[in-house]
T-cell receptor, first 115, second 112 residues
Framework: EAGVTQSPTHLIKTRGQQATLRCSPI?????VYWYQQALGLGLQFLLW???????NRGNFPPRFSGRQFPNYSSELNVNALELEDSALYLC??????????????FGPGTRLTVL | GNSVTQMEGPVTLSEEAFLTINCTYT??????LFWYVQYPGEGLQLLLK?????DKGSNKGFEATYRKETTSFHLEKGSVQVSDSAVYFC???????????FGKGTRLSVIA
């Protein structure tokens, strides 16, 4: 079974630009979570999508947005990039049956650098 | 609100030493508790979990016991190996499908 995949691995942008990050969940998983791992701040919850709908968002400004597609893959968009947006962005999908019920499986992350 | 506090690192140990990483939490209700591990250059992997008070999670020689009276979930391993070098995150979840709340992580380095 393939794990959660994310693209690109690395992304370099300049301040003010927009970034788009992509995530493909494990086959059959319908929930996708996005987290930001900034240096010194640990992991902070960004957004949660389930069945194509945004279910919850963390304490981030509106320039962080996203969507979930009919195949349950997801996109995170960050507009008007600021230097402090530089971080590792992790995507997780949630198991919905069996032994992995409600467990979140994480992808390898996208490293975003804002110059 | 819900929060997790874990000991700051980095922690450096010699191979075969005993490991403890402290984790305490604040939460409404009865959360599930987790330890995740992040090896260099990789995403997070679930190491162990406990879903109710007095449960002990264990995996790969690591253990943690859900202590409701002290709101703690300390991670322990009796004899660490160089391959255990990683960042360890304590986390909680207040209900089945809500997002995880993480601590800031503790970097462990094990030297031969």
């Amino acid at each position: 079974e393939a794990g959660v995949t994310q693209s690109p691995t690395h992304l370099i942008k300049t301040r003010g630009q927009q970034a788009t990050l992509r995530c493909s969940p494990i086959s059959g998983h319908t929930s996708v979570y996005w987290y930001q791992q900034a240096l010194g701040l640990g992991l902070q919850f960004l957004l949660w999508y389930d069945e194509g709908e945004e279910r919850n968002r963390g304490n981030f400004p509106p320039r962080f947005s996203g969507r979930q597609f009919p195949n349950y893959s997801s996109e995170l968009n960050v507009n008007a990039l600021e230097l402090e947006d530089s971080a590792l962005y992790l995507c997780a999908s949630r198991g919905d049956r069996g032994g992995s019920y409600n467990e979140q499986f994480f992808g390898p992350g996208t490293r975003l650098t804002v110059l | 609100g819900n929060s997790v506090t874990q000991m700051e690192g980095p922690v450096t140990l010699s191979e075969e030493a005993f490991l403890t990483i402290n984790c305490t939490y604040t939460a409404t209700g009865y959360p599930s508790l987790f330890w995740y591990v992040q090896y260099p250059g990789e995403g997070l992997q679930l190491l162990l979990k406990a879903t109710k008070a007095d449960d002990k999670g264990s995996n790969k020689g690591f253990e943690a016991t859900y202590r409701k009276e002290t709101t703690s979930f300390h991670l322990e391993k009796g004899s660490v190996q160089v391959s255990d070098s990683a960042v360890y995150f304590c986390a909680l979840r207040v209900s089945g499908n809500t997002p995880l709340v993480f601590g800031k992580g503790t970097r462990l380095s094990v030297i031969a």
